[in-house]
């Protein structure tokens, strides 16, 4: 869809650069400090940018797929041969020691000679093990590692499409906040000039004081909308701010350092129901992570199954002792050493019964969140798609308004000065432009807003998995 690659060339950018083969540039990112704030106007394609790199959800996520690798590592450090070494010194009481006293014989005449090994003893060695055989184990951890790295990156990519869509999302409101802040001192200017006109032709006479009076509750009523619309600016400036990781300095109210260049124009959207349903249930990396999280769940049955079955390693090492038959410290043996050693729970208190039983409940469990998850995403894209048809006819239904009630209003003035108008005509020709030009901003940003929710609802601005060294789209 040509409306969201941008946003896809970012999100793909990112991904790539957080992949499992960009370790060192996640690790720095780790040391955040104060953000800098843009020196310009920022565009859309400028806020995605700065989110996906400042935006506090998606460094946690960072941080998430760090802790997965972590556990990747661990999950397949069974299969790696592991190099074991080991040192002992000892010093045993004296009385304790036992000391052997050989027979008596003619050959030593002196007497029996007794064989004292001392009372200090030490050992060293350093052995190579291996893991060769735990009922189907081994295999399925390599397997889990590579899902587990899998799942972490379809999660990252859902962090980034929520990230996108919040900040189109609060983009969006700015420029509504900023577009009714002029629609209400547009219109509060056209009543000053109302009042001011009525002003005159009462000091001369024309007209009666009520006409002025009107005039003056009609402007005054009209003012709280611009203290409004500037409220809700300030508030919609922060929440911008915030998704995009800056902190907005103390002594800041009105003045926050947030300029924005863009407008609420949006392309629209030509996708059927059925359409955007398989975009869904096929681009959603929620979809992705709950399908990796079932096969976890597999390998976990066959991890818990393999306690039923023996467990076999190998060894090969060297090591050196102290001679058992001297007193000598120094006096040691060594030499090198190899075999095979095999374990086997014949009963272990119905344990792996238990866990086996626990993994199958745990995998029948997902398959009940994945369909679940999937009946969710359908519903979400039909309401978005609602919401987005809505937009849609109210924004159409809006093209020709404003001019018209611009129109309106000129005419209603000519008639009043004319004298065949009254002020009522002017005062509701002026509240239906009011009404008009705030109607018409509010379905620009309402149908943007829509249009990007759809795009999130359909997986349009999840970025694709890519492999290490991929150019960027």
């Known amino acids: 869809?040509?409306?969201?690659?941008?946003?896809?060339?970012?999100?793909?950018?990112?991904?790539?650069?957080?992949?499992?083969?960009?370790?060192?540039?996640?690790?720095?990112?780790?040391?955040?400090?104060?953000?800098?704030?843009?020196?310009?106007?920022?565009?859309?394609?400028?806020?995605l940018d700065i989110a996906l790199q400042q935006n506090a959800a998606v460094r946690k996520s960072r941080q998430d797929i760090e802790a997965a690798h972590g556990l990747s590592l661990q999950t397949r450090a069974i299969v790696i041969p592991k190099v074991q070494a080991s040192g002992e010194y000892g010093i045993t009481e004296d009385r304790a020691?036992?000391?052997?006293?050989?027979?008596?014989?003619?050959?030593?005449?002196?007497?029996?000679?007794?064989?004292?090994?001392?009372?200090?003893?030490?050992?060293?060695?350093?052995?190579?093990?291996?893991t060769l055989f735990e009922g189907g184990r081994l295999t399925s951890a390599l397997r889990t590692a590579r899902l587990l790295r899998d799942q972490a990156l379809a999660q990252h990519r859902a962090v980034l499409a929520d990230v996108v869509t919040e900040v189109r999302v609060a983009f969006y409101n700015v420029l509504l906040a900023e577009q009714e802040i002029r629609v209400a001192e547009a219109a509060v200017e056209l009543l000053q000039k109302e009042l001011e006109d009525n002003q005159r032709r009462f000091n001369a006479g024309t007209v009666p004081r009520f006409n002025v009076l009107r005039a003056e509750v009609e402007l005054a009523n009209a003012r709280p909308r611009v203290s409004r619309a500037?409220?809700?600016h300030r508030i919609a400036k922060n929440q911008l701010a915030h998704l995009l990781g800056f902190r907005v300095p103390g002594d800041l109210w009105d003045d926050i350092p947030l300029r924005l260049n863009g407008t609420l124009e949006a392309p629209r959207l030509t996708l059927g129901v059925p359409e955007a349903l398989a975009q869904a249930l096929a681009r959603r990396p929620e979809l992705e992570a709950v399908r990796l999280a079932a096969q976890l769940r597999r390998e976990g049955v066959q991890s818990a199954r393999a306690g039923y079955l023996p467990r076999l390693q190998g060894y090969v090492g060297y090591g050196a002792r102290k001679s058992m038959f001297s007193r000598e410290l120094e006096d040691g043996v060594h030499g090198w050493e190899a075999g095979v050693q095999a374990t086997w729970n014949v009963f272990d208190g119905a344990l792996t019964r238990g866990k086996v039983a626990e993994a199958r409940a745990l995998?029948?469990?997902?398959?009940?969140?994945a369909d679940d998850l999937a009946r969710q995403i359908e519903l979400e894209v039909r309401v978005a798609y609602s919401t987005l048809t809505e937009a849609w006819e109210v924004l159409e239904s809006q093209k020709k308004v404003v001019e018209q009630a611009e129109e309106a209003l000129r005419l209603a003035r000519a008639r009043a000065d004319a004298g065949t108008g009254t002020q009522l005509d002017v005062l509701s020709a002026q509240t239906a432009l009011t009404e008009a030009r705030t109607t018409d901003v509010r379905a620009r940003r309402d149908y943007a807003v829509a249009v990007a929710r759809l795009e999130r609802a359909i997986g349009a601005v999840s970025p694709e998995p890519e492999p290490p060294g991929a150019p960027a789209r």
């Open 97 to 130: 020691v036992e000391r052997l006293e050989l027979p008596p014989n003619p050959i030593f005449p002196a007497g029996a000679p007794v064989i004292d090994p001392g009372n200090e003893r030490w050992s060293a060695g350093v052995r190579l093990v291996q």
């Open 230 to 232: 500037r409220n809700a």
């Open 1 to 47: 869809m040509k409306s969201c690659s941008l946003f896809l060339r970012v999100c793909g950018v990112l991904t790539l650069a957080l992949g499992w083969g960009a370790r060192p540039a996640l690790a720095a990112d780790t040391a955040s400090g104060p953000w800098p704030w843009p020196d310009r106007p920022l565009a859309l394609a400028d806020c």
């Open 363 to 369: 995998l029948e469990k997902t398959a009940i969140e």
